[in-house]
């Protein structure tokens, strides 16, 4: 499915290409071949490719080239055929404790949706999300597919505090805080894994396009992943995905 792009000048060194606003599968995974192709291309004045939920930012270096021709190249690598790429995907299981200790707002979204706390779990691990994209903080995934039972608006005075580790809802979103770091989302839980590691090749394990699934663990089970984490001797589930 070909979308109609509109494309932007962003300072000296930029080109925003932006699709319909809309958070859909479809979108994503044209933003991602488009994103792959140009990366493929290795057009030599292109330094990086960034995406978002619907949009690329493709950054230049220091060139004459203009922005009409900058445009005029992506778009012809856009309307060039996809049939090449291939976009490999991984499901990621997530172990997440949903324990008092963590749910800082599993009682507010119970009341208000007025459905159990075990009800909220069981939905909240029953899904598989979808990484949109990476952003915020360095490792915090943003993930679509949240059922509309759990969807929460963020709240109107954010934390100026939130746990590393932190699970949360925002909206009809989910995802994972990587550092403590002030916070708007409600706190449902905390995963007791590093979504960051500066010190790894790839320091957050997941991409856009990949799959998430959570898992509940009690608070044992929480302290000793914590420990095999820290430890550097945990090894996260995870299995190749075939769309």
């Known amino acids: 499915m070909a979308f109609k792009l509109r494309y932007k000048s962003l300072g000296l060194h930029a080109v925003l290409v ?18 792959t192709k ?21 950054f230049y270096e220091n060139t004459n080239i203009s922005l ?5 190249v992506i778009d012809k690598i856009y309307s ?9 995907s991984h499901l990621w299981k997530i172990p997440v404790c949903y324990d008092e200790a963590f749910g800082l707002d599993l009682d507010t979204i119970s009341i208000e949706k007025k459905v159990s706390k075990n009800d909220i779990i069981k939905q909240h ?9 990476i952003g915020f903080l360095p490792g915090f995934l943003y993930l679509g597919g949240l059922d509309k039972l759990l969807q929460m608006p963020r709240k109107s005075t954010p934390r100026l505090q939130v746990e590393k580790g932190a699970v949360a809802i925002g909206g009809n979103q989910t995802g994972i805080y990587p550092n403590e770091s002030p916070g708007g989302w409600n706190i449902i839980g905390n995963s007791p894994l590093n979504f ?5 090749e790839k ?11 959570f898992y509940s663990i009690s608070l044992k089970t ?3 992943i914590k420990t095999l984490v820290e430890a550097g001797v945990y090894q996260l589930e995870s299995e190749n995905v075939n769309d």
């Open 196 to 200: 960051f590691d500066v010190s790894k």
């Open 18 to 35: 932006e699709w319909p606003a809309e958070i859909s599968e479809a979108v994503l995974e044209d933003v991602l071949i488009l994103k």
């Open 38 to 58: 140009i990366e493929n291309y290795h057009i030599k004045e292109v330094v990086e490719v960034n995406s978002a939920y619907s949009s690329l930012i493709v």
């Open 68 to 72: 009409e021709e900058r445009i005029a």
């Open 80 to 88: 060039s055929k996809k049939k090449a790429i291939s976009l490999i």
């Open 203 to 213: 320091p957050c394990f997941a991409k856009a396009g990949d799959r998430v699934q």
């Open 222 to 224: 929480y302290k000793n």
């Open 125 to 133: 691990c029953g899904a598989i999300y979808t990484v949109y994209f």
